[in-house]
């Protein structure tokens, strides 16, 4: 069965600072993998997906993430946070019929 | 709005009391899936329909918990006798096409407290 593992359950950073929220997952022959961000009290907010092509994938609000086969692992990276990042922070990868989730990063931004 | 939609945003019961979770998925999305989110973890697969069909209820956690979406729309998750264990945030999500590259999106919860 996938799995994925999130290796930092929060983040603090400075505004304006880069972060990397880190991602590692069980191998598989063909894998898709997502990011979700959760704002409180809402719902998961797709940010990006790797199908397959290009290991640098950009997703919304600034965020973009690689796909390294050899490390399993689908990095998240900001050059530059806000605020208005401060959020929980998802990694999934598909499997089959369903998604698989990480536990979360919490991401703090401070000012 | 054209997202998914959950109701009751929150939810108080007794412990022992049968609860009702609606979710309507986006028009036209052919996949529908339920996950339980408890504090502070990340979200569980629960079950998927493929249209109106139950194809995978691998991860109810006991047969209390029952799901349907009898005319492959609206999807209900039922949950009988309910213990505190059930306390947890659940998320309905839609995607357009029964394939793993497909994104999935989700409704806003609900948050389900057993006292």
């Known amino acids: 069965a996938q799995s994925v593992t999130q290796l930092d359950s929060q983040v603090p950073v400075f505004e304006e600072a880069p972060v990397e929220l880190r991602c590692n997952y069980s191998?598989?022959?063909?894998?898709?993998l997502f990011w979700y961000v959760q704002y409180p009290n809402q719902g998961l907010q797709l940010l990006l997906k790797y199908l397959s092509g290009s290991t640098l994938v950009k997703g919304i609000n600034g965020f973009e993430a690689e796909f390294n086969k050899s490390q399993t692992s689908f990095h998240l990276r900001k050059p530059s946070v806000h605020i208005s990042d401060t959020a929980e922070y998802f990694c999934?990868?598909?499997?089959?019929?369903?998604?698989?989730f990480g536990t979360g990063t919490r991401l703090q931004v401070f000012p | 709005g054209a997202g998914v939609s959950q109701s009751p945003r929150y939810k108080v019961a007794k412990r022992g009391q049968d609860v009702a979770l609606r979710c309507d998925p986006i028009?036209?999305?052919?996949?529908l899936f339920w996950y339980q989110q408890a504090l502070g973890q990340g979200p569980e697969f629960l079950t998927y329909f493929q249209n109106e069909a139950q194809l995978d209820k691998s991860g109810l956690p006991s047969d209390r918990f029952f799901a349907e979406r009898p005319e492959g729309s609206v999807s209900t998750l039922k949950i009988q006798r309910t213990q505190q264990e059930d306390s947890a945030v659940y998320l309905c999500?839609?995607?357009?096409?029964?394939?793993?590259?497909?994104?999935?999106?989700f409704g806003d919860g609900t948050r389900l407290s057993i006292l």
């Open positions: 191998s598989s022959v063909s894998v898709y």
């Open positions: 028009s036209g999305h052919v996949s």
């Open positions: 999934a990868v598909s499997d089959t019929d369903k998604l698989i």
């Open positions: 999500a839609s995607s357009l096409e029964p394939l793993g590259n497909q994104p999935q999106h």
